[in-house]
């Protein structure tokens, strides 16, 4: 085996065609695609195989978003693109893809065995998600995601092709513009003089399938096993797209997880407790209970906190506020299925409401009642992590939960700043202000696949390893000047809590130019005196800084992001407010903004995005280009 020796150790040297990063449904499917279209010589790296947000994460009916394949409604490629691009600030041709790739991935999808419920005729029936006009929706529970994993698993497992398991990227290593490999830090510590766990793995192409900015927000329905490493792609010189776009919603904090859909319309109470007690808030902010009954069962269509949902129609989103208000307030928010609301009564729900309830069987009894009825295996996902809904309150709060930015991407999904890199998943910014629900796990089977087709046309050489050494050796170094100090993990991990408070004051669903220039300033004070402050006691103190420090960058490069948002006349959109005005932005609509990050400093430009193509329709003109 290849190494590089440095002054404490000799850091091993792997080499594959092509690699990926990430163990979710988007690297899973990537690597089966590698395989499947003749790359061997491959491997997939993950920081641990059950952590992630594709395995460990989903709500009441977790939602995987396609070309509608049932009915008489029709149907095609091109108005499914336009549902998606007309969510504003997303590319037309990006919009175009994630369309007509969405059956040929779903199907795949059915054929390694993931459940998806169909009729007697073999119809796959769907349902109306948000910001969709056709029954494009199809799920398989709460756990949809997870059994996607599970499956694209098998098959990567059945190729025998290689997991290095427990490694986690730390640097993505680069010449000039292009990526060229990893360096990767195992939490065997200090193993037979090797005291950083560090190993080098070179590659012709790197597929990043990190998912989301995940632990950059003290409140986070992300899994706690997922943290971030999105800052290491930035530090390497890919730009982001979109990264003011995040959505936020009601989640539960003990067991983190999505409070969307029937969670919601089977009508909760929504409880504040405190010092003097306990109090049932809503009616307060809405002005009657029956406001506060209509808007709680519409969060279950309208889980997202969005500022067009806050003082118009039912205020939905205002129930977002109420809770925030209450938590800061220094009160506990819960959400309660075993008692009705105060004055709850079936007449005072809306007709839509009312007609749901009916249609579903379940005019009746309390709410787990209620849910148990309509959706019992949401009972049990709780049951099954320790939580027993019909007897316990559930702790809530407005939570973190998907970036719809994130690396900017070519059509073929390579990042537009640095070759031979491609962002896949969630990490991916391919979606802008608003996107339906499920479109997420459709993207991560898009993106994998034509990142993995894209690769498989051309064949790039790996870099010696003696033109890598330098960087490298460097690298190293610093991280050996970081050991020998007195910080310990639990205290690595307390200042990772700080950053994820001073993240979600600024850069969460309510912002304003101040905090977020504020938070900027307390990041860049934490990034320039990263190594004098993070003096470790050991390599697993040192892994838990290192992945503080891509915190700190993620942060940076998100805020940098909103700060030249709103700077550029940014109102509120999207799953935020700015200033706390419900003005809603309509100038930035049509733009894509772009934010590259160098040396602790960011930057972003505003270009208009590209429009959904008129693609080749005529059979010959196709037949005669396919596989040249």
């Given at each position: 085996?290849?190494s590089?020796n440095?002054?404490?150790?000799?850091?091993?040297?792997l080499?594959?065609?092509?690699i990926?990063?990430?163990?979710g449904?988007a690297?899973?499917?990537?690597?089966?695609?590698?395989?499947?279209?003749?790359?061997?010589n491959i491997?997939?790296?993950?920081?641990?195989?059950m952590?992630?947000?594709?395995?460990?994460?989903?709500?009441?009916?977790?939602?995987?978003?396609?070309?509608?394949?049932?009915?008489?409604?029709p149907d095609?490629?091109?108005?499914?693109?336009?549902?998606?691009?007309?969510?504003g600030?997303?590319?037309?041709?990006?919009?175009?893809i994630?369309?007509a790739?969405?059956?040929?991935?779903?199907?795949?999808?059915?054929n390694?065995?993931?459940?998806?419920?169909?009729?007697?005729?073999?119809?796959?029936?769907?349902?109306?998600?948000?910001?969709?006009?056709?029954?494009?929706a199809t799920?398989?529970?709460?756990?949809?995601?997870?059994?996607?994993?599970?499956a694209?698993?098998?098959?990567?497992?059945?190729?025998?092709?290689p997991v290095?398991?427990?490694?986690?990227?730390?640097?993505?290593?680069?010449d000039?513009?292009?990526?060229?490999g990893?360096i990767t830090?195992r939490?065997k510590?200090?193993?037979?003089?090797?005291p950083?766990?560090?190993?080098?793995?070179?590659?012709?192409?790197i597929?990043y399938?990190?998912?989301?900015?995940?632990?950059?927000?003290q409140?986070?329905?992300?899994?706690e096993s997922q943290?971030?490493?999105?800052?290491?792609?930035?530090?390497?010189?890919?730009?982001?797209?979109s990264?003011?776009?995040?959505q936020?919603?009601?989640?539960?904090?003990?067991?983190r997880w999505?409070?969307s859909?029937?969670?919601?319309?089977?009508?909760?109470?929504?409880?504040?407790?405190?010092?003097d007690?306990?109090s049932?808030?809503?009616p307060?902010?809405?002005?009657?209970v029956?406001a506060a009954?209509?808007?709680?069962?519409?969060?279950?269509?309208q889980?997202?906190?969005?500022?067009r949902?806050v003082?118009?129609?039912?205020?939905?989103?205002?129930?977002d506020?109420?809770?925030y208000?209450?938590?800061?307030?220094?009160?506990?928010?819960?959400?309660?299925?075993t008692?009705?609301?105060?004055?709850?009564?079936f007449?005072?729900?809306?007709?839509e409401?009312?007609?749901?309830l009916e249609?579903s069987?379940?005019?009746?009894?309390?709410?787990?009642e209620r849910l148990?009825?309509?959706?019992?295996?949401?009972?049990?996902?709780y049951?099954?992590?320790?939580?027993?809904?019909?007897?316990?309150?559930?702790?809530?709060?407005?939570?973190a939960?998907?970036n719809?930015?994130?690396?900017a991407?070519?059509a073929?999904?390579?990042s537009?700043t640095?070759?031979?890199?491609?962002?896949?998943?969630?990490?991916?910014?391919?979606?802008?202000?608003?996107?339906?629900?499920?479109?997420?796990?459709?993207?991560?089977?898009?993106?994998?696949?034509?990142a993995?087709?894209?690769?498989a046309?051309?064949?790039?050489?790996?870099?010696?390893?003696?033109?890598?050494?330098?960087?490298a050796t460097?690298?190293a170094d610093?991280?050996?000047?970081?050991?020998?100090?007195?910080?310990?993990?639990?205290?690595?991990?307390?200042r990772?809590?700080?950053?994820g408070?001073?993240m979600?004051?600024?850069?969460?669903?309510?912002?304003?130019?101040g905090d977020?220039?504020?938070?900027i300033?307390?990041?860049?004070?934490?990034?320039?005196?990263?190594?004098?402050?993070?003096?470790?006691?050991?390599?697993?103190?040192?892994?838990?800084?290192?992945?503080n420090?891509?915190?700190?960058?993620?942060?940076?490069?998100?805020?940098?992001?909103?700060?030249?948002?709103i700077?550029?006349?940014?109102?509120s959109?999207?799953?935020?407010?700015?200033?706390?005005?419900?003005?809603?932005?309509t100038?930035?609509?049509?733009?894509?903004?772009?934010?590259?990050?160098?040396?602790?400093?960011?930057?972003?430009?505003?270009?208009?995005?590209r429009?959904?193509?008129?693609?080749e329709?005529?059979?010959e003109?196709?037949?005669n280009?396919?596989?040249?």
């Amino acid at each position: 085996m290849k190494s590089i020796n440095i002054s404490v150790c000799d850091i091993p040297v792997l080499e594959y065609d092509a690699i990926v990063v990430g163990s979710g449904a988007a690297g899973y499917n990537a690597a089966d695609t590698l395989y499947s279209l003749g790359k061997k010589n491959i491997a997939l790296i993950t920081e641990g195989r059950m952590m992630g947000t594709s395995r460990n994460t989903g709500s009441d009916k977790q939602t995987y978003y396609k070309l509608q394949s049932s009915g008489d409604v029709p149907d095609s490629v091109y108005d499914m693109a336009k549902s998606l691009y007309d969510g504003g600030a997303m590319n037309g041709d990006t919009a175009l893809i994630e369309a007509a790739y969405s059956q040929r991935c779903f199907y795949k999808l059915v054929n390694l065995g993931v459940p998806f419920p169909y009729n007697e005729y073999g119809e796959f029936v769907g349902y109306r998600t948000d910001h969709d006009e056709r029954r494009r929706a199809t799920s398989c529970g709460p756990l949809t995601s997870k059994y996607m994993t599970e499956a694209l698993e098998r098959a990567v497992l059945s190729k025998n092709i290689p997991v290095l398991n427990g490694h986690r990227v730390i640097k993505i290593l680069t010449d000039g513009n292009r990526a060229v490999g990893v360096i990767t830090q195992r939490e065997k510590s200090a193993i037979d003089g090797d005291p950083l766990g560090l190993c080098i793995i070179l590659a012709g192409d790197i597929i990043y399938a990190v998912g989301g900015p995940s632990a950059i927000y003290q409140n986070s329905v992300y899994p706690e096993s997922q943290t971030c490493a999105l800052g290491a792609a930035f530090e390497a010189g890919a730009e982001g797209a979109s990264l003011t776009e995040s959505q936020y919603g009601i989640a539960s904090t003990k067991f983190r997880w999505n409070l969307s859909g029937t969670y919601q319309q089977v009508v909760p109470r929504y409880v504040s407790v405190g010092d003097d007690g306990e109090s049932e808030f809503l009616p307060e902010y809405f002005g009657s209970v029956k406001a506060a009954l209509d808007a709680t069962f519409m969060k279950g269509y309208q889980w997202p906190f969005d500022p067009r949902k806050v003082d118009v129609g039912t205020r939905s989103s205002l129930v977002d506020i109420a809770v925030y208000t209450e938590i800061k307030n220094g009160r506990k928010v819960y959400l309660d299925f075993t008692k009705n609301p105060a004055g709850f009564d079936f007449s005072l729900l809306s007709d839509e409401a009312r007609t749901y309830l009916e249609n579903s069987g379940a005019t009746f009894g309390t709410p787990i009642e209620r849910l148990e009825k309509m959706n019992s295996r949401a009972v049990k996902l709780y049951r099954d992590n320790g939580i027993d809904l019909h007897t316990e309150l559930l702790e809530i709060a407005v939570c973190a939960q998907h970036n719809n930015g994130g690396l900017a991407i070519t059509a073929d999904y390579e990042s537009t700043t640095l070759s031979r890199f491609y962002p896949v998943g969630e990490c991916a910014g391919v979606f802008g202000v608003y996107r339906p629900g499920g479109s997420a796990l459709n993207s991560t089977q898009v993106s994998s696949t034509r990142a993995a087709q894209k690769i498989a046309k051309e064949s790039v050489g790996i870099i010696d390893v003696s033109e890598i050494a330098p960087q490298a050796t460097e690298f190293a170094d610093a991280l050996t000047a970081m050991l020998g100090g007195g910080m310990d993990t639990a205290q690595v991990l307390s200042r990772r809590g700080e950053y994820g408070k001073v993240m979600f004051g600024a850069g969460a669903f309510l912002r304003s130019e101040g905090d977020v220039l504020s938070a900027i300033s307390y990041f860049e004070r934490e990034l320039s005196c990263f190594y004098e402050n993070y003096r470790v006691s050991d390599t697993r103190a040192l892994m838990q800084a290192l992945i503080n420090r891509d915190i700190i960058i993620t942060s940076l490069t998100y805020l940098g992001a909103i700060r030249d948002y709103i700077a550029d006349g940014g109102k509120s959109r999207g799953s935020y407010l700015v200033g706390g005005s419900t003005e809603i932005d309509t100038e930035h609509f049509d733009k894509v903004q772009y934010t590259s990050y160098k040396d602790g400093k960011t930057r972003s430009r505003f270009e208009m995005r590209r429009k959904i193509p008129e693609s080749e329709q005529w059979f010959e003109t196709v037949y005669n280009k396919f596989g040249k």
